[in-house]
């Protein structure tokens, strides 16, 4: 069978390589290597804000991987904005929201990275603790700067989550918010101070968000099981 493509959403901002510095559409390049690794093609999805952008795409994927990346509008989930929450991008917001719709609509695969948890939570009107540290006491998900944090965290056992990747694992983390509702969703992994750190749909449909990278680490669990949902999505 042909490989199937895995659509990324990307990040919009400033950016700096070879003799220029202007606004780019980026995404870490480990995204789309643990993407080929585990036998799909990778398609980056920088923001649009075209009529129907949105449906177009998801008809022409085979999965959706709703990348990391900042803060989600605390407006969306009908919040006044942390001390810490900032930097939120109401284009990309609108846009991974629209796709996310698009997905629902057609029983995509969907794989949510971070943010993407995050934002899944949100579409499906759920809402985030903004700021993790002020409930737990400690900055371990999200040490500052670009180091990652080393997490333990268990599965649920019989979860789909815990097929992919067993009932523990050390992941790497970088998020100062979690999920603090998702309706439709299960929590199927948490860190040992509680933290809910992956959650999965409560239907048949493959719909799977982790709050760490596995992209960092070219984790073949997760990204195997979204290309393999691809696959049967797509089977005649």
Known sequence: ??????????????????????RADLLPSEYAVAVEAAGG????????????AAERIVARIDALVISGGADVDPGRYGAAPHERTAGWQPERDAWE??????????????????????????HAGGTLDQ????????????PGGDVYGDVEVETEPGSLLAELVGPRVEVSCHHHQSVASHPGFTAVARADD????????????????????????V????MAGLVDAARRHTAP
């Open 1 to 22: 069978m042909d490989a199937p493509v895995v659509g990324l959403t990307t990040y919009r901002q400033q950016a700096a390589w070879g003799v220029w510095d202007t």
């Open 41 to 52: 093609v990778p398609l980056l999805l920088p923001p649009v804000a075209l009529p129907s």
């Open 97 to 122: 929201l629209a796709l996310l719709t698009a997905a629902d609509e057609v029983g995509l695969p969907v794989l949510g990275i971070c943010r993407g948890m995050q934002l899944m939570a949100v």
């Open 131 to 142: 700021h993790t540290p002020d409930l737990v006491g400690h900055d371990d998900h999200s």
């Open 194 to 217: 509680g933290t809910v750190e992956a959650m999965e749909s409560t239907s048949d449909r493959w719909r799977l968000a982790v709050q760490w990278h596995p992209e960092t680490r």
């Open 219 to 222: 984790e073949v669990g997760l």
